[in-house]
């Protein structure tokens, strides 16, 4: 099926310059009545000699970009001509202090003065090539001594998924649930059809709505598959639906070119860290087991939620992923049955990971550290609890079978960073064997809670409280250990050797390390 993307603009191209128009006029009217403007004749100076716009997709506008030109002369100038090298046939749009086009003639400048240059672009690829460099000029004077600016554009082709409008201009909508009224809950997006159900690393994804996987369908991710999700998108699976993500182990760490990356579609620099750009992964109660292996997930609201389902089949395999900067919540296990492994969980504005409404859960050479700078947060990286508060409705509880931690990494630049909070009406089995754990309770407030009794080998076994983690930068996904670390060498041997390879493919070697990656000396 063809998707036509829908059309887009990252923000009002023309509404800021206008203010900037009548201010303009206004000076040039009232300030003075004597203007003799000369002809430039190389006096300009330019604040980038060179515009680079970043990585946009095919048929989708860029963001806006600027420039100053600068008079440097004692003279007042008329620049005779403003204009693209490749005329009307350019992709790119200007905006010369507050007019818009593609050409502009005798734009006046005052002496040591300046004028900004606004700048986007849209290219269509035609699906020959994935990628394209798009570049332009833009000159500034007479066509026989023109200085120039030069405009630099990588355009990627991609496939564009998209809800589509019925006849009543309504999108389609995808349906989750009712509420208490029997009202049906749904989401903006659509259902994938069969010839959609494969993503490949031929061309990258940008998906618009929630993506959502039919019942008894498996959505089949390839090693290498790169989707780029807009704001308010995601994925979703059904009741009945699967989600397979095959990433595979990279031979550059950098490039991390067989591993399947889910982020925002906002490609500019400042956007690399912004968290909330998309909704996240959402598993069904009724959806089948998903498998997920060298999953970069990055910038959502809720990295994946596992909505509940029970405890009676694992409904997820997490192994050699990450999950990093997530708004709310990076991994949020409601009342079911996962296993993660070697794994790094990082920072999200509430928690890292969410054991919620009791469980089966194991985490083994994971990494839960949350290092969140871009606000302030009171929660822990690990919260686990059996219940949910319903208000005037009571309490919803659900049986914790089993919520094991091994080998395993709980941090962040918090004092605490786990609590737990149990309802004596239902179960609520945890452990941690052989993890270190950032735990400083400096109000004592938690030191008679049977729960963070440190002494109970029932639940604390070889516990590293407190022992300096050591990241390289967390704060830039980065969880490499440092020498220094207290986390190595700490590992329990048993179950290292059941995962030898460490989410980069470096071997454990005995003793190993805590956490998902092995300390390498450079």
Known sequence: MNRIPPSHSRKPFWAATVVLLVVSTLLITSCREDFNFNPSTGQLAFSKDTLFLDTIFTGISSSTYNFKVY??????????SVRLAEGNSSSYRLNVDGLAGQSFEDIPLLAKDSLFVFVEVTQRLDGSQPDFLLTDQILFGDGISDQTVELVTLVRDAVFLYPERGEDGERELVPIGTDGQGNIIALEGFLLEDDELRFTADKPYV?????????????VIDPGARLYFHKNSGIYVGPQGSLQVNGALSTDVELKENAVIFEGDRLEPEWEYQSGQ?????????????????LILRNASVGIFLEGGGT???RLTLTNSQIHNSQNIGLLLRNSRAEIDNSIIGSAGIYSVYLNLGGHYQFRHCTLANYWTAGFRNTPALFIDNFIDLGTAGILTGDLEQANFINTIIDG?????????????ASFEFS??????????LSQT???????????INRYRSLFLNNPAEFTEPAFEDFRLLPESGARERARESISALLPLDLWGNTRTLPADLGALEYIPE
């Open 413 to 425: 630049n918090r004092s605490l960073e786990f609590l737990a909070a149990a309802s004596p009406a």
């Open 278 to 294: 998309w909704g996240g992964v959402w598993l069904s109660a009724e959806s089948r087991p998903s498998q997920m292996n060298h």
């Open 312 to 314: 009676e089949t694992t």
């Open 432 to 441: 941690l064997d052989h993890c270190l754990l950032r735990f400083n309770d």
């Open 207 to 219: 998906i618009y709505g929630y993506a959502a996987v039919p019942e008894d369908r498996d959505l």
């Open 71 to 80: 008079n440097t002369s004692d003279e007042d100038i008329l620049i005779p």
């Open 446 to 456: 938690l030191v008679n809670d049977p729960l963070y009794d440190f002494t109970s």
